[in-house]
């Protein structure tokens, strides 16, 4: 636990499920309505120092999560899963988490290259 970080202090009024290992939050900044967040925890600022035991945690809270949101809001037709790790990613809480964003059709006027087009210009496929 790390006195400084957000993420180690949240309330458990905030978290909608849980396991041993890992809980979910909804994202304070959404990008859509039901953005999530499944932060393990145990403080560690990289996904590359979590432990085999955490990674199926989180990826377990993620099926629960893909499932509780369809269930929320029917018209949720796909999901973005995102994870900023370390500085040049634009990581800005540093206490990994993974974010889980609920898409709709028509949300965005193309969709298509979902993450890549976290670079601009560079996420359109090219012919070779």
């Known amino acids: ?6 993420f180690c202090k949240i309330s458990g009024e905030r978290v909608v499920i849980e ?3 890992a809980y979910v939050i ?3 900044y959404p990008v859509t309505p039901f953005h999530a967040l499944v932060i393990p925890k145990r403080h560690v600022r990289s996904f590359f120092e979590l432990s085999e035991n955490e990674i199926s ?3 377990n809270l993620l099926h629960r999560l893909k499932a509780l949101i ?8 796909g999901f973005n899963i995102g994870i900023n790790d370390g500085d040049a990613a634009g ?3 540093f206490h990994c988490h ?3 964003i609920p898409r709709r059709t028509g949300d965005i ?3 298509r290259g979902g993450v890549r087009h976290i670079i601009p210009h560079r996420g359109s496929y090219r012919e070779p």
């Open 1 to 6: 636990m790390d006195a400084a970080c957000i």
């Open 19 to 21: 396991n041993d290992s």
């Open 26 to 28: 909804y994202d304070a």
């Open 57 to 59: 945690a989180c990826c």
């Open 70 to 77: 369809e269930k929320e809001d029917p018209e949720v037709k």
């Open 91 to 93: 990581q800005s809480v």
């Open 98 to 100: 993974i974010h889980l």
């Open 109 to 111: 006027e193309n969709p």
